[in-house]
Structure formats: structure tokens, C-alpha cells
């Protein structure tokens, strides 16, 4: 987790084996302490994140059934934008 300014404000514990980005996040509780008016920018492994804090901002998902119009692909590029940069920034600063 980061903030604008790519400072790197938590790290949770790394854990061996499958386990869902969302669970964890979930175990370590740390959604209910961000502000309403701060945007989470999330990947696709936070699916239900945005029912945990209102100003989410996370890809949505296309299927065989129903594919992305043109529109929600753009909206998704420029979403994984911002949240790649802030990451691989922040990565970059940890390592």
C-alpha cells in the first residue's frame, strides 16, 4: 500500500502458498482505517473491495457473455496505470 507520493505505508506479512490478495487484506483489517475520501486503486485481485470502502477505483471484468465495450477498456487502461506505476515505484524504493 502507498500513497501519492509513492511512500510505501504497509506491508503486510508475505505468506507461502495460494492465497487470494482480498483474504489477506481482509485478515489484516486495514480498509476500515482509510478515509472516505481517499481512492483505493486495486487490481483485479481485490474483487469486492469496493463494497468495503466507497471510492474504489478497480478494472472491471469481461466475460464470453458479456465483453468490455471500448469504453470500460479504456477506463481499465487508465485504472492498471495508475496503480502500476504507484507499484512498481514503490517496489523500486523497497528492494
Known amino acids: 500500500m502507498t500513497d501519492e507520493t509513492r511512500q510505501i505505508g504497509f506491508i503486510?506479512?508475505?505468506?507461502?502458498?495460494?492465497?487470494?490478495?482480498?483474504?489477506?487484506?481482509?485478515?489484516?483489517?486495514?480498509?476500515?482505517?482509510?478515509?472516505?475520501?481517499v481512492t483505493i486503486w486495486a487490481d483485479t485481485g481485490f474483487q469486492g473491495i469496493d463494497k468495503q470502502h466507497p471510492n474504489t477505483q478497480i478494472p472491471k471484468k469481461g466475460t464470453r457473455k458479456r465483453p468490455l465495450s471500448p469504453e470500460q477498456k479504456q477506463e481499465n487502461k487508465i485504472i492498471s496505470g495508475i496503480r502500476i506505476t504507484v507499484e512498481h515505484e514503490s517496489v523500486k524504493n523497497f528492494v
Open 12 to 37: 503486510p506479512m508475505s505468506k507461502n502458498g495460494r492465497r487470494h490478495d482480498k483474504r489477506l487484506l481482509d485478515k489484516v483489517d486495514i480498509i476500515r482505517h482509510i478515509p472516505p475520501e
